[in-house]
Nanobody, 126 residues
């Protein structure tokens, strides 16, 4: 399983970015997927996730209403649309996938995942 995250960059506050996570070696629809971020000196935290097979999606309170996770099964890719970006969104963003059985918001917890992308840096200036 390989996950390739891309789409990070530098943007001013209030701007938008779309992150992509392209998978190879798996059919992503069969996997739970999540986006996580890690800011300097902080622990990795769940941003948004999607359970497999058209299951529920979840987002952290800090990004609700601003970030949206979506899948394109034809492209075997997961996206994170980020709008109204704030300086506190600055972090390295990672995508992750797992074919384990998840319950509810398990997909928001990084320790549940066994496959990780390499990370893409998002920098938001105020």
């Amino acid at each position: 399983v390989q996950l390739q995250a891309s789409g990070g960059g530098s943007v001013q506050g209030g701007g938008s970015l779309r992150l992509s996570c392209a998978a190879s070696g798996v059919t992503l629809d069969h996997y739970n997927v999540g986006w996580f971020r890690q800011a300097p000196g902080k622990e990795r935290e769940g941003v948004s996730c999607s359970n497999s097979g058209g299951g529920s999606t979840y987002s952290s309170n800090s990004v609700k209403g601003r970030f949206t996770i979506s899948r394109d099964d034809a492209k075997n890719t997961v996206y994170l649309q980020m709008n109204d970006l704030k300086s506190e969104d600055t972090a390295v963003y990672y995508c992750a996938a797992s074919d384990r059985t998840f319950f509810g918001s398990d997909c928001m917890e990084p320790h549940h995942y066994e496959h990780w992308g390499q990370g893409t840096l998002v920098t938001v200036s105020s």
